[in-house]
Nanobody, 126 residues
Framework: QVQLVESGGDLVQPGGSLRLACAAS????????IGWFRQAPGKEREGVSC????????YYADSVKGRFTISRDNARNTAYLQMNNLKPEDTAVYYC???????????????????WGQGTQVTVSS
């Protein structure tokens, strides 16, 4: 069974950090780009960050540049999103997604992915 499972979401104070994980099962991530997306209440899902198959290319939304870092560990079949200096506006459900045939900055687009996790809640509040 092909499955993506996100974890690591939590309630954190502004300025705090969280590390999200996206674990794949039933298939290998070795040949897939991976994206992180988020959806806040009443808003559309937006691309946050994504990483190429090799891990050599990473892309970030302007709103998270310098604060978030995406990485992948193909040996563990897992991707990560390190989030530092969190702000209240980062509050959202965070999703990971993956698919083959995704290249370049298009990996920040919702529409290029067929495989999605169930999401993990991140709440930034004092």
């Amino acid at each position: 069974q092909v499955q993506l499972v996100e974890s690591g979401g939590d309630l954190v104070q502004p300025g705090g950090s969280l590390r999200l994980a996206c674990a794949a099962s039933g298939f290998t991530l070795d040949y897939d780009a991976i994206g992180w997306f988020r959806q806040a209440p009443g808003k559309e899902r937006e691309g946050v960050s994504c990483i190429s198959i090799s891990g050599g290319d990473t892309y970030y939304a302007d709103s998270v540049k310098g604060r978030f870092t995406i990485s992948r560990d193909n040996a563990r079949n897992t991707a990560y999103l390190q989030m530092n200096n969190l702000k209240p506006e980062d509050t959202a459900v965070y999703y990971c997604a993956t698919d083959i045939g995704v290249y370049g900055s298009s990996c920040l687009l919702n529409s290029v992915y067929d495989y999605w996790g169930q999401g993990t809640q991140v709440t930034v509040s004092s």
